[in-house]
């Protein structure tokens, strides 16, 4: 391995925190479309508002997804013990998700090809459960991962996994789903009241701030909760380049564990204070009729959301509760030393495309969406 210019424990850190920015990048890129799609009952009251909606994400929504993509194909390529658990142990959620969002495509296509009301009204509420059911789901994983998930190795580490769909449904992990539903609708909020104008964007501004302060209290109530639950820890210190064992350590589960981190890094506290602090600033933003940036606070919360949960977890990826020694961490479930840096050269050439592109697209976009636009345009929903 000495071709490699990078040890291989700088590697497993490097694609750590690449996972990171790519579950960011979907909760903001793709997030918005989840929250504009939540908020389509509530701001759009009539034919032509709720269309003028759907037009704000319709053009961006495919491009948002690629977020998604990057994030499971990162995980399966860089992390693939964690893909194996965690994609077939959610297996039943990840059908949820899978169904919610294909239910946005064809509600996209299909709610404008009959006149009747009926119709229309059908594919709006599909529209809206697209939104709604991901956002939920993927908060309530969160949640799980905090919590930690009933499965274990066998020696020959063959999984098992002694869980189902209900389990998952606990009191913690549902408030972790009400976070992410909260965030996600302050962030879709902030889209709105920047791309249409009149009653939508003023109904936008008044459910955005409602979202942005919920989104607070209830991370701060998630928090408190966190460091009273029982977290995981290592007992003995791992080996950041040694192999790819997940039964090579020795980890407990014990109270408040989850906390150890920010007590020995205390400027690590910023990241929940930026979570806290961005929900809030998009609150007063979106009250005071600045729309882009009430979006910026709502990305920087986000953002702060997610690093507290992965900086709490660290360097844990998918804690086990039925085996602590069976949980997966950073240090023992990553590819091998060559593949994560493969991987990093192919993530170096093709994530700069991927945000100039983005870029360029949200560039050509830009400007408010209104009757008189749709009008002009064949391609309009």
């Given at each position: ?5 990078l ?16 579950l ?14 939540t ?7 009539t ?18 997804q ?11 390529a ?5 893909y ?9 959620a990840?059908?949820l ?12 296509k ?26 939920l ?14 499965f ?32 996600l ?31 607070a ?11 009273r ?21 020795v980890?407990v589960s ?15 506290w ?28 709502s990305?920087v ?10 900086l709490a977890?660290?360097p ?24 994560l ?29 209104d ?9 309009a929903?």
């Open positions: 391995m000495d071709t490699i210019p040890d291989y424990a700088t590697l497993r850190l490097i694609w750590w925190l690449l996972l990171g920015i790519l960011i990048g979907f909760a903001i890129m793709d997030g918005f479309d989840l929250g504009v799609a908020l389509l009952p509530a701001v759009a009251r034919d032509e508002e709720r269309r003028i909606v759907l037009n704000v994400i319709g053009p961006v929504w495919e491009g948002n690629v977020w998604l993509i990057l994030g499971g194909g990162a995980i399966f860089a992390f693939p013990p964690l194996a658990v965690s994609f077939s142990g959610f297996y039943i990840m059908f998700i899978l169904f919610a969002l294909i239910l946005r495509p064809v509600g996209f299909f709610r404008s090809k009959v006149p009747d009301p009926r119709w229309r009204a059908a594919w709006d509420w599909a529209l809206f459960v697209s939104g709604l059911v991901p956002a789901v993927f908060g309530v994983a969160m949640g799980n991962v905090l919590l930690g998930v009933p274990r190795f066998d020696e020959t580490l063959r999984i098992f996994y002694e869980g189902g769909l209900f389990g998952l449904l606990t009191p913690f992990a549902l408030l972790c789903g009400l976070v992410s539903v909260a965030m609708v302050m962030h879709g909020a902030g889209m709105l009241a920047m791309k249409t104008s009149g009653a939508i964007a003023e109904r936008a501004r008044r459910y955005g701030s409602l979202a942005a302060l919920a989104t209290v209830l991370f701060v109530i998630g928090g408190f909760w966190v460091a639950i029982d977290g995981y820890a290592l007992q003995v210190a791992m080996d950041p380049a040694g192999p790819s064992n997940p039964l090579a350590k980890a014990q109270a408040g564990a989850w906390m150890g981190n920010y007590a020995r890094w205390p400027i690590t910023l990241l929940p204070a930026l979570g806290v602090a961005g929900a809030l600033l998009s609150a007063v933003l979106l009250r005071a009729g600045r729309a882009g940036l009430a979006f910026l606070a990305s919360s986000i953002a702060g959301i997610i690093l507290t949960e992965g977890t660290f844990f990826l998918l804690p086990s509760s039925t085996q602590a020694g069976s949980s997966l961490t950073l240090w023992d479930a990553s590819s091998s030393h060559m593949t840096f493969i991987m990093l050269l192919a993530t170096a050439f093709f994530l700069p495309i991927i945000l100039l592109y983005t870029a360029w697209v949200f560039r050509v976009l830009r400007g408010k969406v009757q008189a636009g749709m009008g002009r345009n064949p391609n929903y």
